[in-house]
């Protein structure tokens, strides 16, 4: 799987969007973006997850540049709640490869500020 | 639709004891993880399951057995515990697209 690059951490202010950028390089073409979130001590949760084309359902928006070497999550009205580590992963669909793992990175530690 | 659970949600060992995390899925997914994530650290795969009767290691498997004699349970154990598996252990399933996390199990090693 390829391997992502993602900033330490990140400030943004409540009801303000944030925007997460993410850098694989090395993505190849059947190569998915996925992002989740892990909320203090909590198990992770899955927001969004595309391959070429843009996406976007109640969480979030999933922005993929044209050469897909890098992604941004964008949550349009970040909330308090939205306070997390935001992990971007890259990887192969289970159909490809049999299982379906995940490599988690260190994340970018999001602060949504009052 | 309890979703994925856990049990215990937390333990202390001392060293070379042995012991058995239990997780349980209620979604009927085929495939089912052990993680462990570490203070600071993301989560590393220990071992998973691409079905019932079937397991594979991850990651950092070194240290852990598993079990999936059951489609809906996933079993992680601990012959001999040693204080470097001092951690958050996390269980998941998953369909195709989206894993489901469990809520976790801290585990202490003394």
């Known amino acids: 799987d390829a391997k992502t690059t993602q900033p330490t951490s990140m400030d943004c202010a409540e009801g303000r969007a944030a925007n997460l950028p993410c850098n694989h390089s090395?993505?190849?073409?059947?190569?998915?973006v996925y992002w989740y979130r892990q909320i203090h001590s909590q198990g992770p949760q899955y927001i969004i997850h595309g391959l070429k084309n843009n996406e976007t359902n109640e969480m979030a928006s999933l922005i993929i540049t044209e050469d897909r070497k890098s992604s941004t999550l964008i949550l349009p009205h970040a909330t308090l709640r939205d306070t997390a580590v935001y992990y971007c992963i890259v990887r192969f669909r289970p159909m490809e490869t049999g299982a379906n793992n995940l490599f988690f990175g260190t994340g970018t530690r999001l602060t949504v500020i009052p | 639709n309890a979703g994925v659970t856990q049990t215990p949600k937390f333990r202390v060992l001392k060293t070379g004891q042995s012991m058995t995390l239990l997780c349980a899925q209620d979604?009927?997914?085929?495939?089912m993880y052990w993680y462990r994530q570490d203070p600071g650290m993301g989560l590393r795969l220990i071992h998973y399951?691409?079905?019932?009767?079937?397991?594979a290691k991850g990651e950092v498997p070194d240290g852990y057995n598993v079990s999936r004699l059951k489609k809906q349970n996933f079993l992680l154990g601990l012959e001999s515990a040693a204080p470097s598996q001092t951690s958050v252990y996390f269980c998941?399933?998953?369909?195709?697209?989206?894993?489901?996390f469990g809520p976790g199990t801290r585990l202490t090693v003394l």
């Open positions: 998941a399933s998953s369909d195709f697209n989206e894993q489901f």
């Open positions: 979604m009927n997914h085929e495939y």
């Open positions: 399951s691409v079905g019932e009767g079937t397991t």
């Open positions: 090395t993505i190849s073409g059947n190569e998915y």
